[in-house]
């Protein structure tokens, strides 16, 4: 079993940027894909970003540019830098970890962190 646990949301105004922050315990050995997801009220879940072990990158249309996914070194730790937030990221951010499946980074992850908030102002 894996544990993940996100930190690093609140609230901030437009144009301003947060870090979230995700680390993973326990059977950390059969994560080969770490993700972060987003859910806006009255919206579906979105794929924001992913990473893989061997540093392959994904990021959503809508962020690209302005959100970054990172993991800077061999911890199960990793981050996601968004910089100039907008009112409409607003929205639940959640970590997320699987083994990984061949071309495919939107799917059901097997392991969810609980969440945090992240809130723009405008």
């Known amino acids: 079993q894996v544990r993940l646990v996100e930190s690093g949301g609140g609230l901030v105004q437009a144009g301003g940027s947060l870090r979230l922050s995700c680390v993973a315990s326990g059977s950390i050995f059969s994560i080969g894909v770490m993700a972060w997801y987003r859910r806006a009220p009255g919206k579906q879940r979105e794929l924001v970003a992913g990473i893989t072990l061997d540093g392959r990158t994904y990021s959503a249309d809508s962020v690209k540019g302005r959100f970054t996914i990172s993991r800077p070194g061999p911890q199960y730790t990793w981050y996601l830098q968004m910089d100039s937030l907008r009112p409409e990221d607003t929205a639940v951010y959640y970590c997320?970890?699987?083994?990984?499946?061949?071309?495919?980074?939107?799917?059901?992850?097997?392991?969810w962190g609980q969440g945090t908030q992240v809130t723009v102002s405008s």
């Open positions: 997320a970890a699987d083994k990984g499946r061949p071309r495919v980074w939107d799917y059901d992850y097997d392991y």
